[in-house]
């Protein structure tokens, strides 16, 4: 049981947008930055979102990043083929004095 | 070019010792915070542990918490997880990552490196 929640799979067809959800509580989500990694199959992570909404240098602007309270949201639009992979949102939680991911969302594109 | 290799995952016996190394290059070494983070496999990403930028603090997941010891070497761009008393449940993936700053208290990672296994089984 991941301490931040989000959905284990959404889908798209490619041009569509996505929009993964990340929900946690005031210790974590609510009072740090949240940051999203893309895993692709056999990769590791890639940082796509840090501080919430900004990208790292190299990232289309087709991924962005929002937090409103207890939840942050990914939303990546027009869909590629090339997208499909495994989604993580990440935070500090400052009750538990450690990093929490979430359980990941697999993208698939149809 | 910033460069993370992570070394020293083998099989080994509940309840035994082990340690993993990680090289880094590309970067100014000890300007950042440091993490491990693991992946039992076909599972998603779990934290593990951080070290500040001069290995003075440190914090670690409670899974892992009096077992596991993260430190650093900054006159060899060196980070090491000491691992004791390992469990089935720490099978995984273990990657070493370089955090954005050198706050520790985030989990902002832009370069990680390619994971060594870990694999704990009678």
């Known amino acids: 049981q991941s301490v931040l929640t989000q959905p284990p799979s959404v889908s798209a067809a490619p041009g569509q947008k996505v929009t993964i959800s990340c929900s946690g509580r005031v210790s974590n989500i609510g009072n740090n930055f949240v940051c999203w990694y893309q895993q692709l199959p056999g990769a590791a992570p890639k940082l796509l979102i840090y501080?919430?909404?900004k990208r790292p240098s190299g990232i289309p602007d087709r991924f962005s990043g929002s937090k409103s309270g207890t939840s942050a949201t990914l939303d990546i639009s027009a869909v590629q083929p090339g997208d499909e992979a495994d989604y993580y949102c990440?935070?500090?939680?400052?009750?538990?004095?450690?990093?929490?991911f979430g359980g990941g969302t697999k993208l698939t594109v149809l | 070019e910033v460069h993370l290799l992570e070394s020293g995952g083998v099989v080994v016996q509940p309840g035994e010792t082990l340690r993993l190394s990680c090289a880094a290059s590309g970067f100014t070494f000890d300007d950042y915070a440091l993490h491990w983070v693991r992946q039992a496999p076909g599972k998603g990403l779990e934290w593990v542990s951080v070290?500040?930028?001069?290995?003075?603090?440190?914090y670690s997941a409670d899974s892992v918490r009096g077992r596991f010891t993260i430190s650093r070497d900054n006159t060899k761009n060196s980070l090491y997880l000491d691992m004791r008393s390992l469990r089935p449940e720490d099978t995984a993936l273990y990657y070493c990552a370089k955090s954005r700053s050198d706050l520790l208290e985030g989990v902002d990672l832009d370069f990680w490196g390619q994971g060594t296994l870990v694999t704990v089984s009678s």
């Open positions: 990440a935070t500090w939680d400052g009750s538990l004095s450690s990093g929490v």
């Open positions: 070290t500040s930028w001069n290995g003075g603090l440190s």
């Open positions: 501080d919430n909404k």
